[in-house]
Structures are given as C-alpha cells and as structure tokens.
Nanobody, 127 residues
C-alpha cells in the first residue's frame, strides 16, 4: 500500500486549498480513506473520511460545512480529494492521508489506530 499526498501550501485566512491523495497497491473500495492533521504541540486529529465502497463521508465538527472529501473517479484513479474552503488559522498543520480496514469492520473512522497505511504528509499553512 502506498499513499502519496499533494496540494498543501500557504493560504490566507478564508482562502481555499485542495489536497489530493493517490492510493496504490490495494483494493480501494474496501478501505476507509481519511485525512488527519497535526499542528505543532497538538495531537493528531481526524478531519474527514470516505468509504468509497458505499460513498459514505464523515467530517469532524470543526470542518463540517467547510471541507469536502470526495473520490476522484473522473481520472479513473484511486484518488481522494480534500477540498478545504474558508480556511482558518486553526486549520494549519501537517495533513496526512490514511487508509485502513478498521472502520470497514466496525471501528471508528476518527481513530488513527484503525489505519495501517499513512502518507508522508503535506503542510498547510494559514497566515
């Protein structure tokens, strides 16, 4: 399993960014795909998740209504997109893509231990 993130960068408050996560080497539709983030000095937190097999999406309360997670089917790729709008200072941090079967079998999408594959991370700076 390999996950490759891209799309981070510097954005002003109330701006937008689009993160992408390319997934390789596994049956995409069986896995929960999620985005986590970690700010300096803080613990890692779940941001959003998608279960491609059933097109279900999940969001942390802090980002609901501003962020959208989706699967990029147009390019026929196993790619998960996180569209982030109305970014706030507290949205800054390292964003990680994760894949796992834990939530597929009843675990919580928001728990990082449910995921066994992680990308290298992409930095989001809001300033």
């Amino acid at each position: 399993v390999q996950l490759v993130e891209s799309g981070g960068g510097l954005v002003q408050p109330r701006g937008s960014l689009r993160l992408s996560c390319g997934a390789f080497g596994f049956t995409f539709s069986l896995y929960y795909m999620s985005w986590f983030r970690q700010a300096p000095g803080k613990s890692r937190e779940a941001v959003a998740a998608i279960y491609p097999g059933r097109a279900r999406t999940y969001y942390a309360d802090s980002v609901a209504g501003r962020f959208t997670i989706s699967q990029d089917n147009a390019k026929n790729k196993n790619t998960v997109i996180l569209q982030m709008n109305s970014l706030q200072l507290e949205d800054a941090g390292m964003y990680y893509c994760a894949a796992g079967l834990g939530a597929t079998y009843g675990g919580s999408w928001a728990r990082d231990y449910e995921y066994n594959s992680w990308g290298q991370g992409t930095q989001v700076t809001v300033s």
